[in-house]
Every structure is written in C-alpha cells, then in structure tokens.
C-alpha cells in the first residue's frame, strides 16, 4: 500500500504541514517508525520522541505540531485519526465472493449475494446469509439463525440456532454464540437442567473478540446492542443485556440476567455478578467485583491496590480484625453517651 500524504490529509480532514506528495507505506510507533512510515502521538509520555523518530510523518494535536521535525498531520484527536487511517493499509485478506467446495449449505438455507464461505464451513437448515457476509473455515451457522448485511465471521466459529446478528458485525476465531445458559433446579439433591429456550440478538457493528461465549436466553434472548465491542475472553450469561456503545475488556465475566447500560466501559477482569442494573456511563475499573447495582453514572472500583506482599500480608491481618474493631469502637462510643 502507497498513499500520499496529501491524500491521507483529505480522507482525514486534517491539517498537513509538510509535502503533500511525500508518499507513505504504513505505520508505526514514534519509536519504530522508518522514512516512508506514518505515526501518530496520543499520549504525552512519548512526546520526547517526537525529536528522535524517523517517521516521515506524525499525527499530532495542534499544541504539539510546532515540536514536529518532520511532516505534521494536525488533529483535535490524534488518536481517532490513527485509528480511521489505520483502515487505509488493513492486511485482512480480502473476501473471495465464492463458496469453497468442501462448505456444508442445507438446501433450505438462504444465501445473499457476494457471499464468501470458506473450506468446512456448515450452514444449516433454514440459516439466511445477507449480502456481502463472510463465513471463515470451520465455522459453524446454526438452525435458523440469520446473519447481516457485510458481517465477517471468522475461523472456527460456533452460531447455535436461533441466534441473530446483525449487519457490520466482526466475530473473532473461537467464539460461541447460543449455547445453553447456566440453568439447573435441583431435586433431592440432583440437578435438574432448565432448558434454554431464548435466543441470541446482536446489533448493528458489534465486535466480538476470539474466544467469547455469548449464552442463549432462558425464555427471551440475551442481547447485545448496537455499537457494542466485546474482548477476547468474555463470557456473557443467559438473559444478560448490553446497551448500545458499551465497551467490555478482556477476561470480563457477567453472571445472568444483568443489564449492563448504553456508553459504559468494563476494564479487564471485572466479574459482575447476576440481576443487577448498571445504568447508562458507568465505569468499572480492572479487577473489580460488582456485587450491587450502580444507580448513578461515574468510575466505581472494587478491591485493593497492589502493594509489596510484606505491606499486603499486614493489611490482610487488619481486615479480619475490622470486625471486632467496630465492635470495640461502638462500645467506647456508647459508654462515652452514658
């Protein structure tokens, strides 16, 4: 890929300071970048580099632009602009628009046009495909689940039945989409399984990382909204809703029936236990328990920071003392009134 600066300029709207016909070949960090690179600076801990890379040209807000020593593409957020560009010199092969001879198609499936479905791929009974959807090798589409408009499905995917997703959509290798949820009554000590009889419904551009299980509803489906991006390592639990825009980090776990708002962000490792609410704009911190619901938008944290284990060990030994401290406390307190 070879795009010139000046073109680069107007696909972003950007500001260029700097030859417009200098061409560039790809990206790179501050720190990487070779002559013919681009590069961008989001975060003010590498501005030093703006004085030692190579790039040819740096993506920069207009506060940093002067410090530039080379050509300077100049945005209110570089960052978004390093991301839109980044779409320019994408190395995801191009889709074939043909079905691989080896695919499994059930003859009551429904397939759009400029359909690829690669090597092993199975469609089963009365699937639809829309146009322009791409189906990796070894993916699996369910009974009766329906597929979007220029959605891509990646190797090795499993789609139960009854699962919709809907157009724009990216489904990582490894995923699973409409297998049971965790339902089980017990009887004298027995486990009697509740069957799952919901689905799956996933908007519009929603990403999904490797490895995720999405679990089918008990009686109405578990849903993911519009604009939602999901992590590697996400297990979504029956009955779960996510509200449009949500962002979720890796290794996040959400038990049943929770509902999760519009525009929240879910860092790394956060498990939220089942049938709470988190309203629209909550934050969650990595490594937290949410045990309650949160009722007001802001940043909620859980948990300890880390400390050398010495340190650790002796605020461990404290919080089981918390107990029979309060307990002394309330008594001081009350002779005190007396």
């Known amino acids: 890929m070879a795009i010139t600066l000046g073109e680069i300029a ?26 013919g690179q681009l590069s961008f600076l989001a ?10 890379t190579l790039a040819s040209a740096i993506i920069v807000h207009p506060k940093q632009a002067a410090e530039c020593r080379c050509a300077a593409l100049i945005l209110d957020n570089p960052y978004l602009g390093y991301a ?29 046009k ?20 791409v189906i990796g090798a070894g993916s699996v589409v369910g009974h009766n689940s329906r597929i979007g408009r220029d959605t891509r499905v990646h190797q090795n995917v499993s789609i139960y039945h009854d699962v919709t997703i809907g157009d724009h959509c990216i489904v ?10 965790f339902g089980f009554a017990n009887e004298q000590g027995k486990w009697v399984k509740i069957r799952q009889l919901g689905g799956v419904a996933i908007g519009n551009r929603v990403e999904i990382g490797a490895n ?17 991006i999901l992590d590697n390592l996400i297990q979504i639990a029956h009955n779960v809703q996510i509200g449009e825009n949500t962002a979720m980090a890796a290794c996040c776990k959400v038990a049943g029936s929770t509902k999760i708002g519009a525009n929240c962000t879910i860092s790394g490792g956060v ?27 802001g940043a909620y944290s859980s948990g300890t920071a880390m400390s050398k284990t010495r340190e650790w060990r002796k605020s461990a ?8 401290m309060a307990k002394r406390l309330k008594a001081i307190e009350k002779n005190i009134n007396n």
């Open 84 to 112: 839109k560009v980044s779409s320019l010199f994408d190395t995801l092969p191009k889709a074939s628009h043909s079905i691989h001879a080896s695919a499994v198609i059930s003859e009551s499936a429904r397939i759009g």
């Open 212 to 228: 995720c299980t999405i679990d089918r509803g008990a009686m109405s489906d578990t849903r993911i909204d519009d604009g939602v």
């Open 10 to 35: 107007t696909y972003l709207q950007a500001k260029l300071i700097g030859d417009e016909t200098t061409v560039i070949h790809g990206l790179a960090t501050l720190s990487d970048a070779q002559a």
């Open 317 to 324: 030994a404290r919080f089981r003392q918390l107990d029979d």
């Open 271 to 297: 498990g939220i236990i089942g049938h709470l609410t988190l309203v629209d704009g909550a934050h969650v911190t990595a490594m937290s328990l949410v045990s309650k619901s949160i009722t007001e938008a």
């Open 172 to 181: 990582h290798s490894g995923t699973v989409i409409g297998a049971d949820g």
């Open 43 to 52: 975060n003010m801990a590498y501005k030093d580099q703006l004085q030692s």
């Open 114 to 133: 400029d359909v690829s479905i690669a090597a092993q791929a199975v469609i089963e009974d009365h699937a639809v495909l829309a146009d322009g959807v």
